[in-house]
């Protein structure tokens, strides 16, 4: 199956904490969006990876997504290696997306860091017509943009995405992962940075600040190092007020 949009991240829940308002709206407006995501997500304090699974399947169907996989690569394990690359080419070349989503070349979780350079050079690799592998469709693919998504650490984004119609299907698609997230106040499991009401708040915080950057309730950030962002229309700046 063809993709139009691909994100690619480190842990099961990655993408619907960074950029699944975006991909919600993507999928709305008809474009073909699935998910890579890259391991398991077994080094979580909280759930099991066939719980983590089984959330992933229900924030997928809550996002409209048209696939999910799972690379099966090791959590706390993520290296830029050929047979870690090699998983992500099979898949890449099997979906051939356009645009890639994917972890910010920077983060406090050392698999995010990993994930995006292991990631980047997947894709530069897969567009590599001799480069043959095992198992994957011999048909070169890169994809044409690849976008940071933001996690931990904070950047100065290239773009913010306007999330304010759907960001309530972003928190139900996060909500989704009940192993991990939004515990309630009597939860007998262990506690840890993400599973509080507070991350849960901080994150419709984070959302709601980069709205305001842009003039609308709500807002992804995004980096993008492509060089200039190709433009064919100024609409988005007729129809915009930030203030500045
Ligand atoms: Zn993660």
């Known amino acids: 199956m063809k993709l139009d949009v691909l994100a690619i991240a480190a842990h099961p829940d990655d993408v619907e904490l960074c950029c699944a308002g975006t991909l919600a709206a993507l999928a709305r407006s008809g474009k073909k969006v699935g998910v890579l995501d890259l391991t398991r997500g077994e080094m979580g304090t909280r759930?099991?990876?066939?719980?983590?699974?089984d959330e992933a399947r229900k924030a997928a169907d809550?996002?409209?997504?048209?696939?999910?996989?799972?690379?099966?690569?090791?959590?706390?394990?993520?290296?830029?290696?050929?047979?870690?690359?090699?998983?992500?080419?099979r898949f890449i070349r099997r979906f051939r997306p356009d645009i890639c989503f994917v972890n910010a070349p920077e983060d406090r979780h050392p698999d995010h860091r990993n994930a995006a350079q292991l990631t980047l050079d997947a894709l530069f690799y897969s567009g590599i017509t001799k480069l043959e592998v095992t198992g994957a469709d011999p048909e070169p693919w890169r994809p044409r943009h690849i976008l940071h998504f933001m996690q931990h650490w904070p950047f100065e984004p290239t773009f913010v995405f306007d999330i304010t119609d759907t960001i309530r299907i972003k928190e139900k698609a996060i909500r989704a992962f009940a192993s991990q997230f939004d515990a309630p106040e009597d939860d007998e499991g262990p506690q840890t940075y993400v599973s509080s009401k507070r991350f849960f708040e901080a994150l419709r915080g984070r959302a709601r600040e980069y709205g305001q950057q842009i003039g609308v309730d709500f807002g992804e950030p995004f980096l993008y190092y492509g060089g200039p962002v190709p433009l064919r229309s100024l609409d988005v700046l007729f129809s915009s007020r930030p203030e500045r």
């Open 62 to 89: 809550i996002l409209g997504l048209a696939v999910r996989e799972n690379a099966g690569l090791p959590d706390c394990g993520l290296e830029n290696t050929v047979p870690h690359r090699e998983v992500i080419i």
């Open 47 to 53: 759930g099991t990876p066939e719980l983590r699974l």
